[in-house]
Structure formats: C-alpha cells, structure tokens
C-alpha cells in the first residue's frame, strides 16, 4: 500500500507562487507515474499535471506556463512549483501516483488564492 503526503498549501495572493511537495512511501515495486489533481468546490476532481517516473510532464491547458511538475525519484517525491497563481486554481490539491499494485491517493492539501 503506497502512502502520498502532501505538503505547502496555504493562503496567497494572486500572481503570488506556491510550491507543493508529495512524499510517496510504501511502495515494493517501485513508483511509476505521479501527479497534481484539483477539486474545486462544487467541480469534479481534474488533472493539473503528470511526470512520468523519466521525466516526461503533461498538463492542462490552463496552467501550462505557469506551473512547473518536477520529481526526485531517489525520494519518491513530486512537486508543483504554481506561479502567477489566479483565483481559480483555488481549490484541493491531491497528489496521485502509480505503482504495480494501482492508483494511489493523498488525502490533499488546500491552496486558496485571494483577489
């Protein structure tokens, strides 16, 4: 069973920067695919972006250009650097990785961002 705990949500302005941090642990056969979902309130959890475990990245059209997804496989850790942040990226932030066993889920962190 694989445990994500996520870490660096909080409160900022906006255009302000927030880094998140995801520590992955408990994985036998090695950690695959990791990434940053949202969920907004009332809205469906959505991706944000992936990092493959080679460091290949893939976001969402609406934060392409001002986030930047990054790992240290040696830690099992990801990270979400979130600059020039807009009142909309409010919302949960989960982390999510792979391994051979499945999908696996952190319990999220908040990042609210003010007008």
């Known amino acids: 069973q694989v445990q994500l705990v996520e870490s660096g949500g909080g409160l900022v302005q906006a255009g302000g920067s927030l880094t998140l941090s995801c520590a992955a642990s408990?994985?036998?056969?090695?950690?695959?695919?990791m990434g940053w979902f949202r969920q907004a309130p009332g809205n469906k959890r959505a991706l944000v972006a992936t990092i493959t475990r080679g460091g290949s990245a893939n976001y969402a059209d609406s934060v392409k250009d001002r986030f930047a997804i990054s790992r240290d496989n040696a830690k099992n850790t990801v990270y979400l650097q979130m600059n020039s942040l807009k009142p909309e990226d409010t919302g949960f932030y989960y982390c999510n990785a792979i391994d051979a066993l499945g999908n696996f889920w952190g319990k999220g962190t908040l990042v609210t961002v003010s007008s």
């Open positions: 408990g994985s036998r056969f090695g950690i695959g695919t």
